[in-house]
């Protein structure tokens, strides 16, 4: 069985920082692209950022300069770091697996095929 589990989340004022982890089991991420999305209400869900197994990087707009993505195939992990947080970024924020071989990050929710249950984040004014 596949888990991705995230954590990290929680409550921080403007301008402060966090740093999600996602923890994943039942599968290996070395050759899978990496990504990390964010949902608040109402809203569809958006790409925040994604990693190749070779450290390619892609973020998007509203994460670049700001926000960073790592990841760990000894352990099998990938992080989030995020500063100068803004109260704009409060959501529940997902981590995501692209399959086997499939190793470009995106940006694009459909290509991810494993997903974690969310994390929230909010940041307050």
């Known amino acids: 069985q596949v888990l991705l589990v995230e954590s990290g989340g929680g409550l921080v004022q403007a301008g402060g920082s966090l740093r999600l982890s996602c923890a994943v089991s039942g599968r290996t991420i070395v050759g899978s692209a990496m990504g990390w999305f964010r949902q608040s209400p109402g809203k569809e869900r958006e790409s925040v950022a994604s990693i190749s197994s070779h450290g390619d990087e892609y973020y998007s707009d509203s994460a670049k300069g700001r926000f960073a993505v790592y990841r760990n195939h000894a352990w099998n992990t990938v992080d989030l770091q995020m500063n100068s947080l803004k109260p704009e970024d409060t959501a529940v924020y997902y981590c995501?697996?692209?399959?086997?071989?499939?190793?470009?990050?995106?940006?694009?929710?459909?290509?991810?095929?494993?997903w974690g249950q969310g994390t929230q984040v909010t940041v307050s004014s």
């Open positions: 995501a697996a692209r399959g086997p071989g499939r190793d470009a990050p995106s940006g694009r929710p459909s290509d991810y095929v494993d």
